[in-house]
């Protein structure tokens, strides 16, 4: 060890006399570091060592994690989305070429449950952001005890998904259902909230909505508290009232983090799963009998684990990330033409 | 004291004229319509929860009738224990105090390290892999679901509870958070203090690291317990009623395992229960948590 690096040392302080002037600070600093004795200098080394090493190590576990349990297995469901997989016989996989996604898109139920997972997507989300929008602005006020009123309009969020749909299904059943008892005091007739087309896609969107309105509130109120204060100033002398602080200081400060959550909750509607497969009881996997709220995520665990066809529930999630994919582009040009219009 | 003195009353003045100018400043106290809409909001978020306590004290043919029950009745205790026994409650919360317990440990600490290299380590790369670590958070999980449970099942891991918690052991969001925290509560001076005195990158982490960054460590650790305790489509694929976590069970009684409503509604009270707690406990704690991970995110 001792004698190599000594070996080492000398061609390149040869090398520096050669040259004859100082060729660079950090040259020459590595030639210092070798002249002092050698317990230091195999410390220095580990000392070097580890801080080069250290930072991949640190997020090693993350990448490992995440390439074992993410990256490969989206790409082996690519390759199953080629092959014919079935549940029964795992053993037997065979080539099948583009057939699941001809497939998909030859099929009704696919693109009856894209246009239920848009529909729900949009009933859900839509509703949620402007009210979380508004109570975010009333929790802004200076209010008596303002922690407790934002754990309040959290709690639903603490709720599961499971728990809080096996709720709402009771609460919008047909017959002594709550939601329908109070509606006959407004003189409607009871709605049978499983069955019926839009009915259903409501309910099921009212629990995503029960669920995230606080949650996203919260977002928007830490945005709306880095607002700086003298923006608010400045609107008033201008002679501005309250809605028109709200409407052209507020909301335009507000735009990244909206545009956050539009991209957040479009990730999350477009997976939604949990929500109607309870929701159906039963038979929930076909999201009810007409499959009025059959969603994407729904039809993947249908056809894979109930009917049993993997190949076509691996073609299934590749089209929800594709789909994913172009909404990430459109939200990007958006995003890219707002900038250019400010 | 004196430029004190001289410069309150001008305080005062601006102070009461901005009153009087500005509309919607962050100051304004809130008047009664606004605690008349805030209330119903909070009426919306709790009732349904009450509702639940007082349908799992009922039986399931009350629960039938019309119009629905609005307080208590004597039955609670019958039917918690119900769901204790018959849904498999009992298991599936001991199941799930396991599962969530260990993922939060795991992710806290990896992401505390992660985050902490994003921070403040220079190295080759790190932009490319903090943009790759923040993309991965796009990628719905149903595309990993079909391999992972065909690798289970030849691993014989079926119903295993490592199926659900290897997969998240360490998360993007948590890197993301940490990483945000990290920026501005941990000095760069105060780590390059300890490369001076030759601390090793360990020591490093062990006594500069983990000490400024307790408070966001505590925060990612309940996010991070809700969201393990929640989590739902990979459980319910990876396993079954025979040994399963609290959502797990809650989707078995879902589809009529225990065809009782007011059973069912005991376990999705008892399956709530530890977060409803948490929140009472920590709810201060976790809001602030929420709040800061959205204005740096």
Avoid: C
Wanted: net charge positive.
């Amino acid at each position: 060890m001792t004698s190599s690096k000594q070996a080492l040392a000398h061609p390149a302080s040869s090398a520096e006399a050669a040259s004859g002037s100082q060729p660079g600070a950090a040259r020459g600093a590595h030639g210092s570091g070798t002249k002092p004795p050698d317990p230091d200098s195999w410390r220095s080394r580990l000392y070097r060592w580890d801080m080069k090493a250290s930072p991949y190590a640190f997020i090693s576990p993350f990448f490992i994690i995440f390439g074992a349990f993410s990256l490969i297995p989206l790409l082996y469901t690519a390759w199953y989305s080629l092959h014919n997989v079935q549940l029964s016989s795992l053993d037997t996989q065979t080539w099948a070429g583009l057939d699941n996604y001809k497939n998909l898109l030859s099929s009704d139920f696919f693109w009856n449950a894209l246009k239920n997972t848009f529909t729900i997507g949009v009933i859900s989300t839509v509703p949620q952001l402007l009210a979380a929008i508004g109570l975010a602005h009333l929790l802004n006020y200076k209010l008596r005890g303002s922690t407790v009123w934002r754990v309040v309009m959290l709690t639903p969020y603490a709720t599961s998904v499971a728990a809080a749909t096996l709720v709402f299904t009771l609460l919008y059943s047909w017959d002594g259902g709550m939601i329908n008892w109070f509606l006959h005091f407004v003189g409607i007739d009871p709605i049978n909230w499983r069955e019926s087309d839009w009915g259903s896609q409501f309910a099921v969107s009212s629990i995503v909505i029960w669920r995230w309105t606080g949650y996203n509130a919260l977002i928007y109120l830490a945005a709306m508290q880095a607002i700086p204060t003298d923006l608010y100033e400045s609107a008033a002398i201008d002679g501005a009232n309250r809605w028109q602080q709200f409407r052209h200081v507020t909301i335009p400060q507000l735009r990244p983090t909206i545009l956050f959550t539009v991209v957040v909750s479009t990730i999350g509607a477009t997976q939604l799963f949990g929500e109607p497969l309870l929701f159906g009881g039963v038979s929930g996997s076909k999201g009810g009998s007409e499959h009025q709220y059959q969603t994407l995520g729904l039809y993947m665990y249908d056809q894979g684990w109930i009917i049993g066809n993997l190949g076509k529930a691996s073609a299934i999630a590749w089209s929800m990330f594709l789909i994913l994919l172009i909404i990430a582009v459109i939200n990007m040009l958006l995003t890219r033409r707002m900038r250019k219009s400010q | 004291m004196t430029t004190s003195e001289l410069t309150l009353p001008q305080t005062r003045e601006r102070k009461g004229r901005s009153r009087r100018v500005m509309g919607a400043g962050k100051q304004l106290h809130a008047g009664p319509v606004t605690y008349i809409v805030l209330t119903v909001f909070a009426l919306v978020s709790l009732a349904p929860l009450v509702w639940t306590a007082i349908a799992a004290s009922r039986t399931d043919r009350r629960l039938a009738q019309t119009p629905p029950p609005l307080w208590f009745g004597g039955n609670l205790f019958k039917n918690l224990q119900a769901a204790w026994d018959q849904a498999g409650l009992g298991t599936a919360m001991l199941n799930s105090v396991i599962v969530a317990g260990t993922i939060t440990i795991s992710t806290v600490l990896f992401s505390t390290l992660a985050g902490f290299a994003f921070a403040k380590l220079k190295f080759r790369f790190s932009g490319v892999l903090l943009l790759l670590t923040i993309g991965t958070m796009m990628i719905p999980p149903q595309l990993a679901v079909v391999p992972l449970y065909l690798w289970m099942s030849d691993l014989g891991w079926s119903n295993q509870l490592q199926t659900v918690i290897l997969p998240t052991l360490v998360t993007a969001f948590g890197t993301f958070f940490m990483r945000q925290y990290l920026v501005q509560a941990l000095p760069t001076e105060l780590i390059e203090a300890a490369r001076v005195d030759g601390a090793s990158s360990l020591r490093v982490v062990w006594h500069v690291v983990f000490p400024a960054a307790r408070p966001a460590m505590a925060v990612l650790g309940l996010l991070t317990f809700v969201f393990a305790w929640n989590d739902f489509l990979w459980p319910i694929i990876a396993l079954t009623q025979q040994n399963p976590t609290v959502q797990v069970a809650l989707n078995s009684l879902g589809t009529g395992y225990v065809p009782d409503q007011a059973v069912i509604m005991a376990g999705a009270l008892l399956g709530t229960l530890p977060l409803l707690i948490a929140f009472i406990l920590f709810g201060k704690q976790i809001v602030g948590g929420i709040m800061q991970g959205a204005i740096k995110g």
